[in-house]
């Protein structure tokens, strides 16, 4: 991510939170077991410590400064000792939930494919009223409107499952970026995306429901909530050319029917699926092989991938973030007996839009978009393309001016 400098604000480098974890916390004849508190939870407790406040509210809990407890909401007669201790942080591993869960939904191992822009993109527009050509990296005006609705809609989803306070949390940082230029509030949408928090978790596991007819009324009803924080993080204004000549990785844990899915793939060079949601891959091998019977080896030939190292609360995980409607197909199907994991290559491409279409046909005709967001034609003529056809369109599918 060229020029993006290593800013991760309130960062937990430093200083980390833990409770007792123990079945009896108080127990005097067994080892101390400490567990830690999320990193949204770690946020609010550091802050209110350095305010020093005598306590520091969480969603089912009261952290007590004074006497080192951790308080149940429900029953303050359930007290667990807490420590807060400084270091740097040593994570070597990737978390398993973020770089190991299915990249789509579990009832299908991939998604159709559709065009440049994912589906959930285009309907964000659409219920936001948005113009056609409007995007927050060259609309400044429109940037409060969408900051203070991505915060609303990160407290109403947070409401729904029980994590009001970290909901208002994210919030808050969020808002604190209203009034400032694209870049940074992209830095900051990137940041509380790395967080261990339910906001990626219920961001993705909404997008990827894209294209499942089943669940279709799921995944529309998160427009208005999950909506304009997406189009923030997904407006990336640094990456506006394709990322080429990379390789990813990313580890999963897959059934028989669905290894057997990709093998039927290899059969079809050119059948190609999508990735719906925001995708985490590693440029690390090693740490992509740490879990799960599968690696996904993923050579990229030239796909919006956002470079997240300098800006991830975890910079070792070495993060590279796949944007929704990046298209993939299956070259080879392997089984590594030494490591005795499945190895699944695939072959990484943005899907072209209406006008890259008409560049590759080179004809004079350059059909007019109905809509800049809304492209879902397939198009697949991989041997038509020129060696600089990458560098010629913006992650919106328009072309660039020399």
Known sequence: MGGVASTAPNSLKH????WQSNLDPWSKSEPAEWSHYSDVENLIIEEEFSKKQPRATLDNYYIDFNDNLQISKIDENKKRPIKRFVREREDQRLREERFMDLPVASTRSFGGE??????????????????????????????????EKAACGIIEEGKCIGKQHEAEKLANMLREKKNKKMKEVWKCCVYL????????????????LVGDKEHEKIWRSKIRTLGPFCLLLWDDPYNKKMKTDTTLYRGAELKPEQIAAYEEMVKNPDEYRSFQAFTSCSRSREKAEQFGNTVFIMDVLFAFIADLRGLSEYPDEEEELITPGVCFRVERVEFNHKTNKYLIYLQLRQNFSAYAQADIKNTKDNPKMNDAYDNRLCFDRPHLLDDDFHLRYDRDGNRQMK
Do not use: C, H
């Open 15 to 18: 200083v980390e939170w833990m």
């Open 114 to 147: 559709y065009g440049w822009i994912s589906p959930f993109v285009i309907e964000v527009r659409r219920d936001l009223g948005l113009q056609p050509e409007e995007l927050p990296s060259n609309n400044k005006s429109i940037i409060p409107m969408l900051v």
């Open 193 to 208: 995306y790395s967080l261990e928090s339910f906001l990626y978790k219920t961001l993705n596991a909404t997008m990827r």
